[in-house]
């Protein structure tokens, strides 16, 4: 678990809700970002995802805060059956 989003944050990764996200997730949907996070930012992660080879060469990287937008895993699969 990354409380606070520190691991994110480090990477850049968080993007922040905007106002009227921040209403809908805390009154409609019940969703307790200040608590879950442990902080005041109302951040969220950016979806992504790292292959990193044994020798901690980042080998693949994608990442979008539209958590729509994901790689499929055929596409980082076939990076990580290279290694």
């Given amino acids: 678990m990354d409380l606070g989003?520190?691991?994110a944050r480090s990477y850049g990764l968080t993007f922040?809700?905007?106002d009227d996200l921040e209403r809908v997730y805390a009154?409609?949907?019940g969703v307790d970002l200040v608590r879950f996070n442990?902080?005041?930012s109302w951040e969220l992660?950016?979806?992504a995802v790292f292959v990193v080879d044994g020798e901690g060469i980042v080998r693949y990287a994608a990442g979008d805060p539209d958590y729509?937008?994901?790689p499929e895993p055929d596409e980082w699969m076939e990076v990580v059956r290279g290694l």
């Fill in 16 to 18: 922040r809700l905007p």
């Fill in 68 to 70: 729509t937008a994901r």
């Fill in 45 to 47: 992660p950016v979806p």
């Fill in 38 to 40: 442990g902080d005041t």
């Fill in 5 to 7: 989003l520190a691991v």
């Fill in 27 to 29: 009154d409609d949907l």
